[in-house]
C-alpha cells in the first residue's frame, strides 16, 4: 500500500513515476546513455547487474522488471566468470561501498573493463539502487511478471527505456 497521499490511488511504482514525469525521465535517460554508450558493458550484463541489485535489496518491482529484461535480451552466460565478477562488485557495492578498494576495481579490469567501463557500471548499479529505495520508500508492490515482460519486451523493442517512458506518459495523458 502507497505510504504517500498522492499515491493514494496508484497501484505501482511505474504509475508514481509517469505522475511526475519531468522529475524521474532525466534518470530514465541516463539508463539508456549507459546502455548506448557503454563499450565494455552488453545491455546483457547491465540486466543482470540491475537484477542483483533489486534482489540485494529486496526491491521485488524491480527485480521482476529486470528479470523480464534479461530474457528478453537473451543475456547468456549467466555463470560466467565475467557475471561473477560483476555481481559480486555489485553486492560489494551494494552492502559495504567503502569496501571498494583497489583490489575492487582490479577484479574488473580482469575481466576487460576500462576505467570507463568501470564508472558505467558504477553509475548504473548507483541509479537502480535509487530506483529500488524509491520503490520500498513509496510503499509500492511489484506488479504481475506478464505486465513487467510486456513492459521489458517493449523496452528491447523501442531500443531503451526512454522510448518506453514517453510512452507510458502519453498513455496516462489519455487516460
Given at each position: 500500500?502507497?505510504?504517500?497521499?498522492?499515491?493514494?490511488?496508484?497501484?505501482?511504482?511505474?504509475?508514481?513515476?509517469?505522475?511526475?514525469?519531468?522529475?524521474?525521465?532525466?534518470?530514465?535517460?541516463?539508463?539508456?546513455?549507459?546502455?548506448?554508450?557503454?563499450?565494455?558493458?552488453?545491455?546483457?550484463?547491465?540486466?543482470?547487474?540491475?537484477?542483483?541489485v533489486a534482489r540485494?535489496?529486496?526491491?521485488?518491482?524491480?527485480?521482476?522488471?529486470?528479470?523480464?529484461?534479461?530474457?528478453?535480451?537473451?543475456?547468456?552466460?549467466?555463470?560466467?566468470?565475467?557475471?561473477?565478477?560483476?555481481?559480486?562488485?555489485?553486492?560489494?557495492?551494494?552492502?559495504?561501498?567503502?569496501?571498494?578498494?583497489?583490489?575492487?576495481i582490479d577484479g574488473?579490469?580482469?575481466?576487460?573493463?576500462?576505467?570507463?567501463?568501470?564508472?558505467?557500471?558504477?553509475?548504473?548499479?548507483?541509479?537502480?539502487?535509487?530506483?529500488?529505495?524509491?520503490?520500498?520508500?513509496?510503499?509500492?508492490?511489484?506488479?504481475?511478471?506478464?505486465?513487467?515482460?510486456?513492459?521489458?519486451?517493449?523496452?528491447?523493442?523501442?531500443?531503451?527505456?526512454?522510448?518506453?517512458?514517453?510512452?507510458?506518459?502519453?498513455?496516462?495523458?489519455?487516460?
Amino acid at each position: 500500500m502507497p505510504f504517500l497521499a498522492q499515491h493514494d490511488q496508484m497501484d505501482n511504482f511505474l504509475v508514481s513515476l509517469v505522475r511526475d514525469h519531468t522529475r524521474y525521465e532525466p534518470i530514465v535517460k541516463f539508463l539508456d546513455t549507459i546502455i548506448e554508450a557503454s563499450g565494455d558493458l552488453t545491455w546483457g550484463e547491465l540486466e543482470t547487474v540491475g537484477q542483483e541489485v533489486a534482489r540485494l535489496l529486496e526491491a521485488d518491482y524491480c527485480e521482476a522488471l529486470r528479470k523480464g529484461m534479461v530474457t528478453k535480451l537473451g543475456a547468456q552466460d549467466q555463470n560466467s566468470e565475467r557475471v561473477s565478477t560483476l555481481r559480486k562488485f555489485t553486492a560489494e557495492m551494494i552492502r559495504s561501498p567503502k569496501s571498494i578498494d583497489a583490489n575492487s576495481i582490479d577484479g574488473l579490469r580482469a575481466i576487460g573493463l576500462s576505467d570507463q567501463g568501470i564508472e558505467d557500471l558504477i553509475g548504473w548499479i548507483s541509479i537502480l539502487q535509487m530506483y529500488s529505495v524509491v520503490e520500498h520508500a513509496f510503499g509500492f508492490a511489484g506488479l504481475p511478471q506478464q505486465v513487467l515482460d510486456e513492459i521489458a519486451s517493449g523496452t528491447v523493442e523501442n531500443k531503451g527505456y526512454l522510448p518506453s517512458f514517453q510512452h507510458f506518459v502519453e498513455m496516462s495523458r489519455g487516460a
